[in-house]
């Protein structure tokens, strides 16, 4: 069974984001918020989990899962973008509209994800 392109885009984002975490931890160990214990293990798991199930979405057979994974996930760190938006040193810098835009967008990934679950 053939996969359709925007399954590949998918993966390719989560797959990058998930090498990301090794590339640049700094970055994502700044908007763990300070109430999670052991941020540099909360990055690791978030990266691997991203990687992993990013590749298993490119699998026919394992597709289904994976995005109930990344459902999963894109849950678990969904308190990420709340405390970038309410902390000032874990927002980079970005307008305050940008950051609250983020909240909601999580809902579009999560619905895009929910495309592959069936």
Known sequence: MNLPWHIYLMASLYIIAGLNHFRSPRMYLKIIPSYFSNPKLLNILSG??????GSLLLISATSHFAAWGIIALLVAVFPTH???YQNEK???GLPRWILLLR???QLVLIYWAYQYTF
Do not use: T
Request: net charge negative; hydrophobic share 75%.
């Open 82 to 84: 709340i405390y970038m």
């Open 103 to 105: 909240i909601p967008f």
């Open 90 to 92: 874990a927002s980079f």
């Open 48 to 53: 691997v989990a991203e990687i992993i199930l």
